[in-house]
């Protein structure tokens, strides 16, 4: 038998139904479809709307499909870890919120932050859970309501984001599949580039800062390019080198959907085709932590069991890292 592995075993999407084109964008700031095609590879984003809805309502819709197709009750589950930088409210965590609209009684949650690389980060960390063999089924959830802490008068920002939620189920595996190794970093010193500068406890709530606008996203998009290209390629040939995998050896790229530049320069570095590299940007823009959950939720038909798999995000923090895993099914089953 070989040693525990923390094993993707399900994994389900969810986007919003309202379509935000670049068309509409082009009626609410100065910009142009060209613009944002050519610089992001965005089209359109999803975009929650409705009335008291927040972050775990998307959430519920992804974890919800995943119980029902992974055949898993609500009261197996034992862990519950949302990644996502628009929690519903500040606290108590999403996590909780979500296993309450579920019905997930037996488990413990919280949430975690890590920017875009929140959901990676959350992999790693449910998946020491499972290898330490006290924990069986662990659910990560990724999901943001970017619209809500985007400012739809800044065009530097409001293009570029969307909504989506998707969850995965991790379970053991001692045949070899599932999670390889993993590598994350973060350097604090980025946040200058990437932040929201008010809520929290340094700058909270108050008239001002609602009138100055800083309850939203806060981006130096050049500079978060430039450490995003290098840091983001860098880690994803590392893990490679690490563990003695060349391009051939690879299945599929499963790069966090911040910018089309980034994931080509990210698998030029690599030396991966772009047949090999999971990309939906066009569809639904940067959704943060919703990325690369709703990347493996629409390949799941294609992934095979053994494919080797390289996760590989960047963001605010600033924060970046990459997975290595093996994939523990055929999705097309
Ligand atoms: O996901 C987490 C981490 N985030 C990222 O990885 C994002 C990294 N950054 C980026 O993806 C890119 O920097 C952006 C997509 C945000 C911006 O693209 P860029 O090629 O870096 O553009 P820029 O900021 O250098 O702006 C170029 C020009 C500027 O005009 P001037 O100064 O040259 O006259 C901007 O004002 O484009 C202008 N511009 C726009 N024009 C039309 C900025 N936003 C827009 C817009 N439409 N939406």
Not at 210 to 229: I, L, P, S, T, W
């Amino acid at each position: 038998m070989d040693k525990i592995r923390a094993a993707i075993t399900g994994i389900q999407g969810y986007v919003p139904d309202y379509v935000l084109t670049n068309k509409e964008l082009e009626t609410m700031v100065d910009t142009t479809d060209e613009w944002i095609t050519t610089r992001t590879g965005i089209k359109e984003r999803h975009i929650l709307k409705g009335e008291g809805l927040g972050t775990s309502d998307m959430a519920v819709e992804a974890v919800k499909g995943l119980l029902k197709k992974t055949n898993t009750k609500a009261e197996e589950v034992e862990l519950v870890i949302c990644a996502t930088v628009s929690p519903d409210m500040v606290y108590p965590a999403t996590a909780n919120i979500i296993s309450d609209k579920v019905g997930i009684k037996n488990a413990f949650g919280f949430d975690l932050n890590a920017a875009c690389s929140g959901f990676i980060y959350a992999l790693v960390t449910a998946s020491k859970y499972i290898e330490s063999g006290l924990f069986k089924k662990i659910i990560v959830v990724g999901a943001d309501k970017m619209s809500s802490i985007v400012d739809y008068t800044d065009r530097q920002t409001c293009v570029i984001f969307g909504d989506a939620a998707g969850a995965v189920l991790l379970e053991p595996d001692t045949n070899g599949h599932g999670i390889q190794d993993a590598i994350l970093r973060s350097d604090g010193s980025g946040r200058v580039h990437l932040h929201q500068k008010a809520g929290g406890s340094v700058r909270p709530a108050s008239f001002e800062t609602v009138a100055n606008r800083e309850h939203f996203v806060y981006q130096e998009g050049q500079a978060v390019f430039k450490f995003a290209v290098s840091n983001m390629a860098d880690v994803s040939v590392e893990i490679m080198e690490k563990n003695n995998l060349k391009a051939e050896d690879i299945a599929w790229l499963v790069p966090h959907q911040a910018n089309l530049r980034i994931i080509d320069a990210t698998a030029r570095r690599m030396g991966l085709a772009r047949e090999k590299v999971m990309i939906n940007i066009q569809k639904y823009g940067n959704t943060t932590n919703g990325t690369i959950p709703m990347c493996l939720y629409e390949w799941e038909n294609q992934l095979k069991k053994g494919d080797n798999v390289i996760l590989a995000a960047f963001g605010g923090g600033f924060t970046w890292g990459s997975i290595y895993l093996k994939w523990a099914y055929d999705g097309a089953k």
